[in-house]
């Protein structure tokens, strides 16, 4: 059973601020921790308003993993460690929500 981390970011304060961290610091730094720990995908989602009106979270990450233990070392790895702090450094409209899930998939 595959596995996921999630981060889920709060509206920022600054959108092109947070952008501008996330597309030119962020991601150029975590994503090769998290390719070498073994993620084998990575699907970003940016929000926009809805029928509901503005949403809860401004963008998500979802990092695929083969397995929850291949997920636990990398989260727990030196540069993991950095990843997800940096993520909350980031995160200017308050602490990003981070997930470990398990994976069930059901294809049509």
Do not use: W
């Not at 947070?18 to 990575?42: C, I, L, Q, S, W």
């Not at 790895?77 to 980031?90: D, M, N, Y």
Request: hydrophobic share 45%.
């Amino acid at each position: 059973m595959g596995a996921k981390l999630i981060v889920m970011y709060p509206p920022p304060k600054d959108v092109d601020a947070f952008e501008r961290a996330y597309n030119d610091v962020h991601m150029p730094m975590a994503a090769p921790v998290f390719k070498d720990g073994g993620a084998t995908k990575a699907v970003m989602t940016k929000a926009g308003p809805g029928p509901g009106g503005a949403p809860a979270f401004h963008r998500m990450i979802e990092i695929h993993f083969p397995s929850m233990d291949a997920l636990l070392a990398c989260a727990t790895s030196k540069g993991g460690q950095q990843a997800v702090a940096h993520a909350h450094e980031i995160s200017t409209g308050g602490a990003p929500v981070v997930l470990v899930a398990e994976e069930e998939a059901l294809t049509f």
